[in-house]
């Protein structure tokens, strides 16, 4: 029972971190059809941030606002080189620049950065904490309540905002959005950039719990894009909700079943979801209604 | 009007023709290697054209197959010490049958479904070939014996490999080119165009998605196993997410649906790093970098773009 | 009985009816208007019809056999064709090889055949084009045989939507709007060559917003309202049905 808490203790932390990266990715898709996956570069990005400013000697969570900040305007400045111009071709063609966005910067990482390993250390990690049989660190309680917190705190921000709602607007009808006057191009800077400081902020709360090094974001964004087909792409609850479920789930397989194959959970479930329901659990039908 | 027999197209090909066949005695040593491993990419592009250029699917999971038809093949050998041959065959007959299965479920999805599926499925192989430690050898699988010679032809060695490439190029590029001009290639291109017109023109769309991808990935198989028999050790970075991602980007860059395209693309991205000596980790850049100068500037890919706007051009591409 | 037959089609999406209990049924060789007001369900019925959309309730008996709810290329095979409201085509290819397509289902070399270069497969790729070349002849298109799809003018490319659903050999074409977005003179040409498959024994269902031009060229015709048939009859009866005129005035 106590191992069962804390896997399940342990899977809600790493879901935390899946269900920014995935609400992200569900922004981004639901507002240019693009399944992003250079936000996983952003991630693992911002976790060398944190360490990089950690060595200069800034506290650990101002860094993580640093990299939300940078990953925010990087974010932004590719929505307007790369996927802006593409936007109006095949939806394939979008889909391939971010693959080839994420490959450029992970391998300009490698070669930048170094190959090595990255140990961002703050004083959370070694912490302690005990809520009854549950033994956490800090950090992990950290991660878990920013992580939960911000990604709530975003879908808020879009259901209740004026920017919100245009986002939403232009996820459901691009060409009625832009006939009824909402700006499609500021739309698209403001999803982008709240992508990039969500993918950010994952990638910062995880680098002290994993080692930072320049393909750290692989595993994940894929995960990430799991999540939102399972989910529904484009939905944003289903994001969150179902980054936290493959947390689960990937914490008590690699528990009781396999340790080793942990990642495979994953994968494994979306193909077997596909077969089953070829546009993803919560998707819309497809057009044979 | 009697169709000219040395239009020209055919003379370009001709000449192409002769001077790859010749290579091994125009090249020597290094140069002669990097020419024939690039013949291995080559394979990849022509086989990946069949889904991605004709029907028109982004599959990320092609070096998954690749991976798949070497250790097949060298599982084969090292395990059950069959010889080179049947090993090969056997794999590659496994390697299709596979990416059929795997392809049943999959053409049934559209778009980002698929390509995300593929990137998943290339994921899941690549972490069971390197963590099922006992039956691949994690890392590396070593060991593998080199095809049996046809008489005094010994097959060691990249000189004589390199017919055997050459022979696998010929054969993808047959299947390639009738595939093209044929009901076949029709549908399949219908899908790529536009699948909902297609289903309603009478193209059951996904037997033909279905046939076009376990090609793909039985040819992927074949190519794999060709490999196993020259490097004689392989690893389990074939089926990685990144190799796949070289291989679309390389056909990409070729241009995607066009022959030549997923001949010369392949070889660009393989041979310029060679020879301008660029580390391994330089690579991946340079082909993202190629990738997305394509995508925005170029997205036929430079054949496609050359046929397209220089149609004087086009008739002497193949 | 009717070369098609529709019993009790029904279709809901979320709370609203695109289809509400059709029935109706189509003779062989009629040319058969299809009009009403804007949504109210002609596209939906050919959707229903061509497999498009499967429906909550009801059947669609063609020659016979009910075909509701079948994938939409085995309902082509076994005869039905149909053009879209908005011009869509294979762009990217040259208008021949749009035809070409069409040919598909009527076709059978396979991937072996092809490969091997075996005698069917050989024979096929020589009279595709040939029957291609001849339907574009009667189509007025051969001049642009060899353009690319999405380089035609407007009312060429929706001559080469009915071309290529001509292609498929069907015994029946749904025809979506087929003048819209072209000059009367043009929109007459394509009349008459939708006189003409009639006359060589097509049968024809035809979507049309101007109508004068329905009651010109159709036999009889249905008039849909909110998903449910109003009125069935020729045009002279059609024209007069009050009804009819309360829909259209009160829409609009």
Request: hydrophobic content about 50%; some cysteine.
């Amino acid at each position: 029972m106590e191992e069962l808490l804390q896997q399940i203790s342990n899977g809600l932390v790493l879901g935390s971190t899946y269900a920014l990266l995935a609400f992200a990715v569900a922004l981004i898709f639901g507002v240019m059809y693009v399944p992003n996956f250079a936000l996983g570069a952003l991630y693992m990005l911002a976790a060398y941030v944190s360490f990089y400013f950690m060595e200069w000697g800034v506290h650990y969570l101002i860094t993580i606002l640093i990299g939300v900040v940078i990953m925010a305007i990087l974010a932004v400045i590719m929505e307007k080189l790369v996927f802006r111009p593409i936007e109006s071709g095949p939806h394939a063609a979008g889909f391939i620049a971010a693959l080839g966005l994420f490959v450029l910067l992970e391998n300009a990482a490698f070669l930048g950065l170094g190959a090595e390993y990255r140990i961002i250390r703050t004083s959370y990690v070694q912490m302690p904490l005990e809520i009854g049989p549950i033994k956490l660190t800090f950090q992990r309680l950290l991660v878990l309540m920013a992580g939960t917190g911000l990604s709530i705190g975003a879908y808020f921000f879009l259901l209740k905002s004026k920017i919100g709602k245009e986002i939403r607007a232009v996820s459901q009808n691009r060409e009625a959005a832009a006939l009824i006057g909402i700006d499609i191009h500021w739309v698209n800077y403001v999803a982008f950039a709240i992508s990039g400081i969500l993918a950010a902020a994952s990638g910062a709360l995880v680098g002290p719990l994993a080692l930072v090094n320049a393909s750290m974001g692989m595993m994940p964004i894929t995960k990430a894009f799991v999540v939102v087909v399972l989910g529904g792409m484009g939905s944003l609850p289903g994001a969150i909700a179902g980054g936290f479920i493959l947390g689960l789930v990937e914490s008590l397989g690699a528990g009781y079943l396999s340790s080793a194959y942990k990642d495979c959970f994953a994968f494994g479930v979306l193909v077997i979801v596909l077969m089953i329901r070829p546009t993803g659990l919560f998707g819309a039908k497809e057009l044979r209604e | 009007m009697a169709k000219k027999v040395f239009s020209k197209k055919v003379l370009v090909a001709f000449i192409l023709f002769i001077f790859f066949a010749l290579v091994p005695f125009l090249f020597k040593g290094y140069y002669l290697t990097a020419l024939g491993m690039g013949l291995f990419y080559v394979l990849l592009g022509l086989s990946l054209n069949l889904v991605t250029g004709f029907a028109g699917s982004i599959s990320i999971c092609h070096g998954a197959f690749y991976g798949i038809g070497a250790y097949a093949c060298g599982l084969l050998i090292v395990k059950t010490g069959m010889t080179f041959w049947p090993a090969f065959v056997l794999g590659t007959v496994i390697t299709g049958i596979i990416s059929f299965l795997v392809g049943i479920p999959f053409v049934r999805t559209k778009g980002p479904y698929f390509a995300i599926g593929t990137l998943c499925f290339g994921a899941i192989v690549s972490l069971i070939i390197l963590n099922w430690v006992s039956l691949t050898g994690g890392i590396s699988l070593r060991g593998i014996t080199s095809p049996g010679g046809l008489g005094i032809v010994k097959f060691k060695g990249m000189t004589n490999y390199y017919y055997l490439l050459f022979a696998a190029v010929l054969l993808y590029i047959y299947i390639n080119h009738k595939l093209r001009n044929s009901r076949v290639g029709r549908a399949l291109i219908a899908i790529r165009e536009d699948e909902e017109l297609a289903e309603c023109t009478g193209v059951n769309t996904r037997w033909y998605k279905l046939l076009a991808f376990s090609v793909a990935g039985l040819l992927a198989g074949l190519a794999g196993g060709l490999y196993a028999g020259y490097m004689r050790a392989i690893d389990p970075g074939l089926a990685s997410i990144g190799h796949s991602f070289t291989i679309l980007a390389m056909l990409i860059v070729g241009g995607t649906g066009t022959i030549s395209g997923a001949i010369f693309g392949p070889l660009l991205l393989w041979l310029l790093p060679e020879f301008l000596m660029v580390a391994e980790d330089f690579r991946l850049i340079i082909y993202g970098v190629f990738l997305l100068l394509v995508i925005l500037f170029m997205p036929r890919g430079i054949a496609g773009q050359l046929k397209y706007s220089l149609p004087n051009i086009s008739k002497w591409i193949p | 009985m009717g070369i098609i037959e529709v019993n009790q089609l029904t279709k809901y999406f979320g709370g609203v009816a695109a289809a509400d209990g059709l029935e109706f049924q189509v003779e062989q060789g009629e040319i058969l208007g299809v009009i009403g007001p804007n949504g109210s369900g002609k596209t939906s019925l050919f959707n229903l019809i061509t497999g498009i959309y499967k429906p909550n309730h009801g059947e669609v008996i063609f020659e016979g056999k009910n075909i509701a709810g079948r994938k939409p290329y085995e309902i082509l095979k076994r005869g039905i064709a149909r053009t879209f409201q908005a011009t869509r085509l294979f762009s990217e290819i040259d208008v021949l090889h749009n035809v070409m397509i069409g040919f598909h289902s009527r076709t059978k070399s396979g991937f072996g055949g092809v490969l091997l270069g075996s005698r069917s497969a050989r024979k096929e790729e020589k009279e595709v084009p040939e029957k291609a070349r001849e339907l574009l002849h009667f189509m007025h298109l051969d001049h642009v045989k060899d353009k690319l799809a999405g380089n035609i003018t407007g009312a060429e490319q929706r001559r080469l939507m009915i071309t290529i659903a001509l292609a498929t050999d069907p015994r029946v074409l749904l025809l979506d709007e087929p003048t819209a977005g072209i000059s009367m003179e043009e929109a007459s040409e394509l009349l008459e060559l939708i006189m003409e498959t009639r006359n060589r024994g097509m049968t024809v269902l035809l979507i049309e917003h101007n109508m004068k031009v329905a009651m010109g060229i159709s036999d009889r015709m249905i008039v849909l309202n909110f998903g449910k048939k109003i009125a069935e009859g020729v045009p002279k009866e059609i024209a007069e049905n009050e009804d009819v005129i309360e829909a259209y005035l009160g829409r609009d």
